[in-house]
C-alpha cells in the first residue's frame, strides 16, 4: 500500500468513527471505538498539515512559473517556498512515524530490575548507582516510583533492585535500558587506585494486566518463609516472605519487602506477570528477526549497551554511537533524555526504513 493510499485509509477510517460515534448509538464497542477515534486523530491533523503545507507549496510553485507575477511578489514567493521546502520533509517524516505500528505495551506501567553483574562488591554499588538514576528520573517525569525489594550487600550495595514505575508512557521511554551497563572507575574498595571494570544488568518489563497474562493458580507453587535482611538476619518473625514458581516455564519470583504475606504474593505475581509477558513478547520478536536486526536493541539483557567511564566524565552508548561527557547529569537523570530520544529516533528510523 502507498504512502497515499495509507493516508486516505486512515482518514475514511477516522470519519467513519466521528459518524458512529455522533449517531448516539452506545454499545459495547462503543469505548473501543472513542479510544480509536482519540488515537487517530493527532495523526489526522498531522495529514491535514501535511497536505495543506503541500497545496501551498503547489501555490507557490505556479505563482513563480507565471511570467506574469511581477518581481515584488515573485521574490515574496519563492522566500515563503524556501521556508516550506525545510518543513515539508519534516511534516512527511512526522505522518510516517505516526502511521508505523504501535507497540501495545508502549502505554504501559513498567517493571525495573537491576541486579549487580561481573565485579563483586563494585558492581553492585553500581547497580545503586543506577537504580537512584531511574528514580530520579521518574521524579523528574511526575512517574510514581515504588520499591518492590531489594537485596542489598554489607557495603550498601544492591545485588538485586526491583521497583514499579506508573505513569504515562513509561515503557516507551524506558524499553531501550534493557541491557549489560558498563561502568569504568577506580572503586572506593581499592587501594592501589587502579581502574576496574564492572556491570549490571538493567530489564525493563512492560506491567502485564489479568487480561494480558492469564495465571492458571495450578501452575504455580508457591512457598512462604521468614523474611531475611544483609547478613541472614531475621527481618520479622513471621512466615510473610514468598516464593512463587511457575512451573510451566521455571520462572521464580520470591519477594519480602512487606510485613503482609498477603502483599507480598500480590507484589510477586505482579512481577511474575510482567516476565511472563515479557517472554511471549520476545518469542513473537524472534520470529520477526529480520526486523530485530533493523532495530535499535533487542532488549537482551546480555547485550552491553552503555558504558560509564568516571575518570573521563563520559557516557556512551554504543547502540548509537553517542557519547556524552556529562556523566554527573546523566547519574542524576537529568541527561538520560539525551540519549532515549536519539534511540527513539534512530528505532522510528529503522522501522521506516524496513517499511520501505
Do not use: C
Amino acid at each position: 500500500m502507498s504512502l497515499k493510499d495509507k493516508l486516505e485509509s486512515v482518514v475514511k477510517r477516522h470519519r467513519e468513527l466521528r459518524e458512529a460515534l455522533a449517531s448516539g448509538v452506545v454499545g459495547e464497542s462503543f469505548a473501543k471505538q472513542s479510544k480509536e477515534y482519540s488515537d487517530l486523530a493527532p495523526i489526522v491533523a498531522g495529514i491535514e498539515e501535511w497536505r495543506k503545507a503541500r497545496a501551498e507549496a503547489a501555490d507557490l510553485d505556479a505563482l513563480i512559473a507565471d511570467p506574469g507575477t511581477d518581481k515584488e511578489m515573485q521574490a515574496l514567493a519563492e522566500s515563503e517556498r524556501a521556508v516550506l521546502t525545510e518543513r515539508l520533509p519534516k511534516l512527511e517524516r512526522t505522518v510516517q512515524v505516526m502511521l508505523l505500528p504501535k507497540d501495545e505495551a508502549d502505554e504501559k506501567n513498567a517493571i525495573l530490575e537491576v541486579r549487580a553483574g561481573t565485579g563483586g562488591d563494585e558492581a553492585a554499588l553500581f547497580a545503586t548507582e543506577l537504580f537512584r538514576m531511574y528514580q530520579r528520573y521518574a521524579q523528574a517525569k511526575g512517574w510514581k516510583f515504588e520499591t518492590m525489594e531489594i537485596s542489598e550487600t554489607p557495603l550498601g550495595g544492591f545485588r538485586e533492585a526491583t521497583a514499579s514505575i506508573v505513569g504515562r508512557n513509561v515503557f516507551a521511554r524506558l524499553k531501550f535500558e534493557s541491557g549489560v551497563h558498563r561502568v569504568q572507575r577506580v572503586p572506593a574498595t581499592e587501594a592501589q587506585g587502579r581502574i576496574h571494570t564492572s556491570t549490571a544488568t538493567v530489564a525493563v518489563l512492560p506491567e502485564a494486566e489479568d487480561v494480558d497474562v492469564h495465571v492458571e493458580e495450578k501452575d504455580l507453587r508457591i512457598d512462604v518463609f521468614r523474611s531475611s535482611g544483609p547478613g541472614g538476619q531475621s527481618v520479622n518473625t513471621t512466615d510473610s516472605a514468598v516464593r512463587i514458581t511457575h512451573l510451566p516455564t521455571g520462572i521464580v519470583v520470591s519477594q519480602q519487602d512487606e510485613k503482609s504475606q498477603h502483599r507480598n504474593k500480590a507484589k510477586a505475581l505482579k512481577i511474575l506477570r510482567a516476565r511472563l509477558y515479557q517472554a511471549e513478547r520476545d518469542r513473537i520478536d524472534a520470529e520477526r528477526s529480520a526486523a530485530r536486526k533493523s532495530q535499535v536493541g533487542s532488549g537482551d539483557r546480555s547485550e552491553r549497551i552503555r558504558t560509564y567511564n568516571f575518570p573521563q566524565g563520559r557516557v556512551s552508548d554504543h547502540r548509537i554511537n553517542l557519547t556524552l561527557y556529562k556523566i554527573e547529569k546523566v547519574m542524576t537523570g537529568e541527561a538520560l533524555d539525551e540519549f532515549i530520544d536519539t534511540l527513539t529516533t534512530e528505532d522510528e528510523a529503522a522501522r521506516l526504513a524496513s517499511l520501505e
